[in-house]
């Protein structure tokens, strides 16, 4: 059974089913993916999303993210939220540069912690 995060994800990256946009083998390979390769997909589509100027879908993957942050560990949560809300005020702003930076060192980082690369 997939989870909520697995079927965001899935419809995030590819489309919503019902709409037919979304091939059944890719929705099984979004469903099978670590909670960790979520999170790092969700910054490649941010990274994609932001070469394509498209402001619309940068904001909705930072919603998606703040909304995955587990505030039982506040203090780095707490911090993760707020350096989201930087970039959204990034892109809004059209600081595409800075977006692009600080997106990209999140994900190197997670990519490097948790072994994805």
């Keep these: ?49 932001l070469k394509r100027n498209d402001v619309a879908k940068m904001s909705r993957v930072l919603v998606e993210l703040m909304a ?19 970039v959204q005020r990034c892109i809004f702003q059209r600081k595409f540069e800075e977006a692009q930076h600080i997106v990209s060192e999140l994900r190197a980082s997670w990519a490097k912690a948790y072994n994805l690369d």
């Design 1 to 49: 059974m997939a989870t909520m995060q697995q079927q965001i994800a899935a419809s995030k990256a590819y489309g919503s089913r019902e709409k037919g946009k979304v091939p059944a083998y890719l929705e099984q390979e979004v469903l099978s993916w670590s909670k960790e390769k979520i999170i790092l997909k969700m910054y490649d589509l941010f990274l994609v999303s």
């Design 68 to 86: 995955a942050l587990n505030f039982d560990y506040e203090e780095t949560a707490t911090r993760l939220y707020r350096l989201y809300e930087y």
